[in-house]
């Protein structure tokens, strides 16, 4: 009898021999050779492959279309992103694409990377449920130029934070669970007002105190309260948020002293405002 699991070394080898199936399955040190059950073997693990292949594909569609699914409960406006967009497409060239809808021509925003460069993805708001749902069903994989058009339904919080900065974006809709008060993504103790003042530092050890922290950059004026050090389960991970006075210091802050050395590891101190 042998048992499978996703942690376990497991090679399965087969090869066709003069119309027989020859198949070694080695876990554990325990080798199968016996051609009398090598075929009952690998039929069963065939089988075995096929039916959690199948599982895992059904189950990835569920949530693929549960996320696409229309949501009305968490949406005063109508909107759809847009993904798939050539890099140079222009507002011009979404409003032909959705031309004969009832959309809102002025609520088009193009997302931009941190280059400010077109990432591909858009939204725009419609003015009620019916040209919604009718574009949403029309005009999916439909072209923009040469590629294809992915239209998903996003609710008024996407729309309203779309063109925030990634990072606090992040610390808006990260859902964690901390073990303690001070548990937790640091992004959790930011705000859209804090953000433009805060830096992250990453890479950092372990181990690393608040003080230590507070040391380094005590040029800026920061105070161990200033610093928040990102744990989960009452461990560290080498993350952490500082806090200044100012959005000139935090600037300041971020260009003197990313890549700097604490305790013989080169960290990195990202801003919020410019990733």
């Not at 964690?176 to 050890?205: C, F, M, Q």
């Not at 971020?254 to 013989?264: A, F, G, S």
């Amino acid at each position: 009898f042998f048992f499978f699991n996703d942690t376990a070394t497991t090679e399965i080898y087969t090869r066709s021999i003069v119309g027989s199936v020859r198949c070694v399955q080695e876990t554990g040190g325990i080798n199968a050779e016996y051609m009398g059950i090598q075929e009952m073997i690998c039929k069963w693990m065939r089988s075995l492959t096929l039916t959690r292949s199948v599982f895992f594909s059904t189950l990835g569609t569920k949530k693929f279309e549960e996320k696409k699914a229309f949501n009305e409960e968490s949406m005063k406006k109508f909107g759809l992103k847009i993904r798939g967009l050539p890099w140079e497409a222009t507002s011009t060239e979404i409003k032909k694409f959705f031309e004969g809808r009832d959309f809102i021509p002025e609520s088009i925003k193009i997302g931009k990377n941190a280059k400010g460069l077109s990432n591909g993805v858009a939204v725009v708001l419609f003015k009620n449920k019916e040209s919604l749902m009718d574009a949403h069903s029309k005009l999916q994989k439909e072209k923009i130029g040469q590629r294809f058009m992915e239209l998903f339904f996003i609710d008024d919080d996407f729309y309203a934070n779309f063109d925030k900065p990634k990072l606090f974006q992040e610390s808006k809709y990260r859902q964690d669970k901390p073990s303690s008060t001070n548990g937790g993504s640091v992004y959790r103790h930011l705000n859209e007002e804090t953000a433009k003042k805060s830096l992250i530092l990453k890479g950092l050890e372990y181990d690393i105190t608040e003080d230590e922290i507070a040391k380094v950059f005590s040029a800026y004026g920061i105070k161990n309260t200033d610093i928040i050090l990102e744990e989960y389960d009452g461990k560290k991970n080498g993350r952490a948020l500082v806090r200044l006075s100012d959005e000139a210091k935090a600037k300041k802050a971020q260009l003197e002293m990313n890549k700097k050395v604490i305790r013989k590891r080169y960290i990195l101190v990202l801003s919020l405002i410019h990733i």
